[in-house]
């Protein structure tokens, strides 16, 4: 009777439900152990960022799966892995259900919003990792503060006279070798190539020192964006976050912050004003989107759900 017990299939207690993007540009590696009544009775469509055509009702039901994947507790033997990285076996965070991000950062000068974003993730406000920076100066301080926290640098794009540097295939290739998840520009001045958008579609962020559609396109960067506001007597500007496409700054708008334009500011006075924005702004949408919490409405808008605890969008 023993040996007929022994042979009789029991149920299981969880199945394995994997995530799939709507794209094809990272592997369906998002896989998590989900109680049967879960599976039954949601909705599920995987990442709701990616599809297009979300609407509120279907987006909110999404959120309640995934407020109950942040409910469940993964069972698996916690690993370190490279980079200071703390996962379970199956990559994903414990307390939560969220799979830690891979980000991909670029940059061209001081790298002071990469700075932000990476301290952030050092404080745990953001729940992913730079596993690489790329730049078309990689001797810039940008790329020594990278290098200095172990993060390894990618010159881009390939330079003619030194022969240094990666063409856009190779550079995809990396991109993908490391898994990286979102591409975040945070003061890179070259256009991207038409490759990496469209691998990347809906996946690349830039943040600009004004409030755009004004003040933006090629030739706006740096200081002459605040002598451009100061100049056409605006009485306000501030920082903007868009998904990038193949033009500068016409991508549609993720998030923006505001700051007054005071009278007698000169461009130093707003930039540094601009700047304390840009650091905060990029930091809490980075991490939203870390967490999933982007949506997108019937008309092509993307917006942000404030918490998975608060049913509130900016």
């Known amino acids: 009777a023993a040996a007929a017990a022994a042979a009789q299939p029991s149920l299981p207690k969880s199945i394995s439900l994997t995530f799939f993007d709507a ?11 989900l109680p049967r009544s879960i599976v039954a009775t949601s909705p599920l469509r995987g990442r709701c960022s ?28 916690t690993v370190e892995k490279p980079g200071c990285r703390t996962e379970t076996s199956a ?48 001797a810039c301080k940008a790329c020594d503060y990278a290098r200095s926290n172990g993060i390894p640098v990618i010159g881009f794009p390939k330079c003619k006279h030194t022969l240094s540097g990666v063409t856009s295939t190779e550079l995809l290739t990396s991109l993908r070798s490391y898994q990286v998840d979102y591409v975040l520009l945070a003061g890179f001045l070259k256009l991207l190539p038409e490759i990496l958008i469209q691998a990347y579609s809906r996946a690349i962020l830039n943040i600009h020192p004004a409030l755009l559609p004004s003040f933006g396109g090629k030739g706006y960067f740096g200081r002459k964006v605040h002598e451009a506001v100061i100049r056409s007597g605006a009485r306000f500007s501030g920082a903007t976050i868009h998904f990038v496409n193949e033009k500068y700054d016409s991508g549609v708008i993720l998030a923006q912050r505001v700051v007054p334009v005071l009278a007698y500011d000169t461009p130093d006075d707003l930039a540094a004003r601009v700047l304390k924005e840009e650091h905060t702004l990029y930091s809490d ?28 969008y900016y």
Do not use: M, Q
Request: glycine share 6%; aromatic share 8%; net charge positive.
């Open 23 to 33: 794209d094809s540009r990272t592997s369906p590696r998002r896989r998590l152990p």
């Open 50 to 77: 990616s599809f297009p055509a979300l609407t509120e009702r279907s987006a909110l039901r999404c959120g309640e799966v995934a407020a109950a994947l942040r409910l469940l507790r993964c069972c698996e033997t």
């Open 91 to 138: 990559g994903w965070k414990r307390s939560d259900g969220f799979l830690r991000k891979h980000l991909a950062v670029f940059v061209s000068g001081s790298g002071s919003n990469f700075r932000a974003l990476h301290e952030s993730i050092l404080n745990g406000r953001i729940y992913g990792d730079i596993v690489t920076v790329v730049s078309d100066k990689p």
């Open 285 to 312: 949408v980075v991490a939203a989107v870390c967490e999933d919490r982007i949506f997108w409405r019937e008309d092509g808008v993307p917006i942000i759900r404030k918490s998975w605890d608060e049913a509130e």
